[in-house]
C-alpha cells in the first residue's frame, strides 16, 4: 500500500475507498460520517450509547443509517462496518434493509437522509 492521499473532496479527483486507507484514518472518518447521521436526526453523539446493547429508537436509527452509510455509500464490508458499533455482520444486513424499507414508504425519513446519501441508489 502506497503513501495515503488528501481524502477531501478535489474537483477532478476522485477520495480513495475507505478499505485502502490505514484503521485509524478510516475509523476516523467513519466516526466523522456517523456525527453527521447524528445532526441529520437531531441525537446528541454519545459514542457509548451508540455502541452499546441499547435499543433506543433513536440510537438504533442512527446505527443503521450509518451502517448502511458505510456499506452502500463507502463499500466498506459487512464486518468493518458491523465492528465500527460492536455489531456483527448479520445486523449490518437487517440495517440496510431496514433502511431501506424506511426510504420507499416514510416521507420524513427520506428527507432527512436524503443529503447524506447523495447519489446512492436504494
Known amino acids: 500500500m502506497g503513501p495515503i492521499q488528501n481524502y477531501y473532496v478535489i474537483p477532478g479527483i476522485q477520495k480513495p475507498d475507505l478499505r485502502e486507507l490505514e ?14 447521521v447524528c445532526d441529520a436526526f437531531n441525537v446528541e453523539y454519545d459514542e457509548k450509547k451508540l455502541n452499546s446493547r ?14 448502511f452509510l458505510f456499506v452502500k455509500k463507502h463499500g466498506l464490508t459487512l464486518k468493518i462496518a458491523g465492528d465500527f458499533f460492536n455489531k456483527d455482520h448479520a445486523t449490518v444486513i437487517h440495517s440496510c434493509k431496514t433502511v431501506s424499507a424506511l426510504y ?3 416521507k420524513q425519513f427520506i428527507k432527512t437522509i436524503n443529503p447524506l446519501i447523495g447519489d446512492i441508489k436504494i
Open 54 to 67: 441499547t435499543r433506543l429508537r433513536n440510537y438504533v436509527t442512527i446505527r443503521q443509517v450509518s451502517m
Open 23 to 36: 484503521e485509524v484514518e478510516r475509523k476516523s472518518i467513519m466516526k466523522k460520517e456517523v456525527k453527521k
Open 104 to 106: 420507499s414508504y416514510d
